[in-house]
């Protein structure tokens, strides 16, 4: 017995090797697949750091994989994201080759694990492939050459300016929001959902829930916690906002309208499922990326008063007191360059969805370095890093609308404007880019025309716009106050 007893585990042994073991479990989460370790990785500890901080997505790009890539002289680097090691571009050559080339490249068949995609829905024209993306693509493209709704935007401006009242401290990045989700429901739905006026909107209080739910920043670094430990009240959201949508659908199908969703309806091979997904798409593009991108605008044109008064005179001689339209927006070529900038500075989309190779494949990046991938590997374009490339864009940091025009004596800051990506690039870049440039073009307008304004002295954004965490990897500034001052 004492033998028997002497030859046992003693406890600080067994805790030994429960760590040991823990240790071991949790390296080999954390190590990439043996095919790509060839790869450059981004160190896993400062990500898991950032992760757990909340931090959003723009500044951990910034701060992390910029600099690593940069050092390195790298094109692509290996990121841990989503529960999974993902390959990034970074390098221009290698994401124009990947976008032009979506036969090799299809979009990535989202995992089971995120609510995200429950949310979201998988048959779309952002994630469809082959000819089923080409029939969405053919749809929407229809859909949206019919109507070019400026004279809707411009109602929407006196409806935001009317809420604004005399002006004085407004919560800027509310009010954008509250406009884009007026602008997307009356010209995409054909359905007004009263944003703008009802400031307790329900439809906007129950998707604000089910964005807040998604962006659990634990969810996001282990999916499968979804499996593990499964949250029912957001899953009741979710279910419930996409019951929303469905309404909203059987509601168009007895209404047609001027609007996207009615075009759409005419197109017999649609199924019912297709036409929720992509509503819910146009939704979030069409409204979170645009009134990100209008409170970005805002913001620089405050911090650049010089810039905000150039852009004004430029938006008065063209259009006097008239209201926006086709033809004197096309005499603000500054206006536009302000807006082409905000949209790079600070791009509401960090990156886009992954695809996948289902072969291995070799990439050739402009730094004359081959990336040789297996198949079925996850690649990311990552937006927001090709736009902090300084080989790309002088002085990236820097607020500056002249690089979208011609070189002059005193200027070279000119650059490639096809370096410019926050639609992306190639064949499936975002279908709705001119829809978007129209709406920030008509608003912004109006807002020179009528307005001045400036960052109160207190802004936590006096430095740079601080954007909200986000499970769409979106840069949205947050609690942004912008003090305004009708004009004469």
């Known amino acids: 017995m004492e033998s028997l007893q002497h030859n046992l585990p003693r406890p600080w042994a067994l805790s030994l090797a429960a760590c040991a073991i823990s240790i071991i479990a949790i390296a080999r989460v954390f190590t990439p697949p043996a095919a790509l370790r060839h790869l450059p990785k981004v160190p896993i500890l400062p990500l898991l750091w950032s992760y757990f901080r909340g931090e959003v997505e723009d500044v951990r790009i910034k701060r992390l994989i910029v600099p690593f890539a940069n050092e390195r002289n790298e094109g692509v680097v290996l990121v841990y994201a989503f529960g999974r090691w993902i390959v990034h571009v970074l390098d221009h050559k290698i994401a124009r080759d990947l976008s ?12 089971d694990d995120m609510l995200l995609w429950r949310f979201v829905g998988r048959t779309n024209v952002i994630l469809a492939n082959g000819k089923s993306w080409q029939r969405h693509s053919r749809v929407v493209k229809s859909a949206l050459d019919r109507n070019v709704p400026i004279a809707d935007f411009v109602g929407l401006g006196y409806k935001l300016f009317n809420v604004m009242g005399e002006g004085g401290r407004l919560l800027w990045d509310d009010l954008t929001m509250r406009f884009t989700l007026d602008a997307v429901g009356t010209t995409t739905f054909g359905h007004d959902f009263n944003a703008i006026a009802d400031v307790n909107s329900p439809f906007v209080r129950k998707y604000n829930g089910v964005m807040d739910g998604i962006a659990s920043p634990l969810y996001i670094i282990f999916p499968k916690l979804e499996r593990w430990v499964p949250r029912p009240k957001v899953i009741a959201k979710i279910d419930e906002m996409v019951l929303l949508f469905t309404h909203l659908l059987e509601e168009k199908k007895q209404n047609a309208g001027n609007d996207m969703l009615t075009y759409m309806l005419e197109d017999p091979e649609m199924s019912d499922t297709e036409f929720r997904d992509n509503m819910v798409v146009f939704f979030i593009a069409g409204h979170d990326t645009t009134a990100g991108a209008m409170s970005s605008l805002v913001y620089y044109l405050a911090r650049n008063p010089d810039m905000q008064v150039r852009a004004r005179e430029e938006v008065l001689s063209a259009m006097g007191q008239k209201d926006p339209t086709l033809e004197n927006m096309r005499q603000m070529p500054f206006t536009q360059a302000c807006i082409r900038e905000a949209l790079r500075i600070n791009t509401p989309i960090t990156y886009m969805v992954p695809r996948s190779s289902p072969r291995p494949t070799l990439m050739s990046g402009s ?3 081959t990336y040789a991938l297996p198949a079925n590997t996850s690649v990311i374009l990552n937006i927001c890093a090709i736009h902090y490339n300084d080989s790309y864009w002088p002085d990236p940091y820097q607020f500056n609308p002249e690089r979208f025009f011609g070189k002059t004596e005193k200027d070279q800051t000119r650059v490639d404007a096809s370096l410019w ?8 870049q975002c279908p709705a880019r001119n829809f978007a440039m129209y709406e920030l073009r008509t608003l912004a307008s109006m807002l020179l025309q009528r307005w001045e304004w400036t960052l109160p ?3 936590p ?18 609690n942004m106050d912008v003090v305004f001052k009708k004009r004469e």
């Open 421 to 428: 990506l926050p639609f992306a690039l190639g064949p499936r």
């Open 367 to 369: 730094n004359g370095k």
């Open 461 to 478: 954004h006096s430095k740079a716009p601080q954007n909200g965490f986000s499970p769409f990897a979106l840069s949205l500034p947050k």
């Open 100 to 111: 032009a080339d979506i036969a090799t490249w299809p979009k990535e068949v989202p995992p």
């Open 457 to 459: 002295n207190d802004s």
